[in-house]
């Protein structure tokens, strides 16, 4: 028998091998490395996606005049998730960008409804606009399967930051600019002497190569064994 490796995505294995080994695809079994290892590069990764973050929001103009904070709090999370954990389903890009703009929008929407009310009732019950957020958030993530835990705070940010409940709906793309840019930083850090991700839409779009078991035509090949049975009847001669 010879075991035969297929790739169960062709359309990846297809790309140069520049480009997929950036987006998480391997032909082989990847090997996992030392503690070490793992810890340099996860500090690499996290302190380049907080530093390039903070740079953007505070040298470009666009952003300092609409006062965004430097760094958002409930990416500092997604950072250190995808820089470290880079194995877990909930540190996938999927669920990463799913699960901060089902955080976005449900802290807006909930946020957009209690300010109906007088400003003075908003700012006393703002404590439920945030823990109402922050559960339906949760539990949409559930129902989608888009579990990324930091996103809860997404949308619990909406309703008690006066910064970010100021943006309003532009809050959502700053949020799809900071995954997008945390996201490529992380691509290339942790695809130099690890794997990520470990999927993009679905759990195995990255997976090595299944193996499959082959019959073996060449009889040149085979191995010949003799397998001795036990022998159930005696034969016994006549007298």
């Known amino acids: 028998m010879t075991r035969v490796y297929q790739p169960k995505h062709p359309h990846l294995a297809a790309l140069p091998w520049w480009m997929s080994r950036w ?14 290892v793992n810890c340099v590069w996860s500090f690499i990764a996290v302190f380049c996606g907080i530093a390039t973050i903070q740079t953007i929001f505070t040298h470009v103009h666009f952003f300092v005049n609409k006062e965004i904070p430097p760094v958002i709090a409930n990416y500092v999370a997604s950072v250190g998730l995808i820089g470290a954990l880079v194995n877990s ?5 999927r669920p990463m960008f799913c699960g901060h703009m089902i955080g976005a929008v449900t802290g807006i929407c909930i946020t957009k409804l209690m300010e109906l009310l007088p400003e003075e009732q908003f700012l006393q019950f703002r404590w439920l606009a945030g823990s109402t957020s922050c559960a339906t958030t949760l539990v949409l993530m559930q129902m989608t399967n888009n579990r990324h835990p930091p996103a809860c705070s997404t949308a619990i940010l909406v309703a008690i930051d006066n ?12 949020i799809l600019l900071t ?60 007298v």
Do not use: H, M
Not at 209 to 235: C, G, W
């Open 23 to 36: 987006i998480g695809y391997r032909p082989y079994p990847v090997v996992i490395p030392p503690l070490w």
């Open 89 to 93: 389903p909930f540190a996938q890009p």
């Open 163 to 174: 910064n970010l409940r100021t943006l309003s709906w532009s809050f959502i793309p700053i």
């Open 179 to 238: 995954a997008t840019v945390s996201l490529c930083i992380t691509l290339f850090i942790n695809n130099i002497q690890r794997r990520y991700p470990a999927f993009w839409l679905y759990p195995g779009d990255l997976d090595e190569p299944a193996p499959i078991v082959a019959e073996e035509d060449d009889p040149t090949t085979r191995v010949n064994s003799t397998v001795d049975l036990p022998k159930t009847i005696q034969d016994k001669s006549p």
